[in-house]
T-cell receptor, first 109, second 115 residues
């Protein structure tokens, strides 16, 4: 049974700061690793994904994956108030997606 | 492309009443998922359809919850004898073709409140 945990539960950072969000998983056979973002009252929307060890950068966002450590993370460079949202990590194996409970990020102007 | 459509957006029921939630997936997507989201439990998987066939309902509370997908353009989630603990946002998502690398596209959700 896949167990996905996120830390921290919530985070407040000043505008322009670098933000780091963490996710651990339990099933070493997991295939794809995702970050979704959910603004208040809106649907979750995929930010980016990775499937092999290492890092992947898209704009201000970077995802790191270390399968041996059962850990991946999302780093946001130059955080903006518009980045304030609930961030959900997700791990997939086959069709099944297991989401973490989320990190609530607030970027203060 | 209108995205995933869910109706109604809000539903209030009395304890013991029935609630039916509707989802229209993105045209051409063969995989449809239902989730329940609460502050306490987070985003919980309920059930999954592929090409309209039920594949996995392991997250569904067995006795009062049921889901169907009668055609490729809509799916329903029915909750009988609703209880206050069923209050949550119910999210529908679709993807194509439903593999591990497939992004899930979520609808706006139905907020169910059971009084």
């Amino acid at each position: 049974q896949q167990n996905v945990q996120q830390s921290p539960e919530s985070l407040i950072v000043p505008e322009g700061a670098r933000t780091s969000l963490n996710c651990t998983f339990s099933d070493s056979a997991s295939q794809y690793f995702w970050w979704y973002r959910q603004h208040s009252g809106k649907a979750p929307k995929a930010l980016m994904s990775i499937f092999s060890n290492g890092e992947k950068e898209e704009g201000r966002f970077t995802i790191h994956l270390n399968k041996a450590s059962l850990h991946f993370s999302l780093h946001i460079r130059d955080s903006q108030p518009s980045d304030s949202a609930l961030y959900l990590c997700a791990v997939t194996g086959g069709y099944k997606v297991v989401f973490g409970s989320g990190t609530r990020l607030l970027v203060s102007p | 492309n209108a995205g995933v459509i869910q109706t109604p957006r809000h539903k209030v029921t009395g304890k013991g009443q029935e609630a039916t939630l509707w989802c229209e997936p993105i045209s051409g997507h063969s995989a449809v998922f239902w989730y329940r989201q609460t502050i306490v439990q987070g985003l919980e998987f309920l059930t999954y359809f592929r090409n309209q066939a039920p594949i996995d309902d392991s997250g569904m509370p067995k006795e009062r919850f049921s889901a169907q997908m009668p055609n490729q353009s809509h799916s329903t989630l029915k909750i009988q004898s609703t209880q206050p603990q069923d209050s949550a946002v119910y999210l529908c998502a679709s993807s194509s073709p439903g593999g591990a690398d497939a992004e899930q596209f979520f609808g706006p959700g139905t907020r169910l409140t059971v009084l």
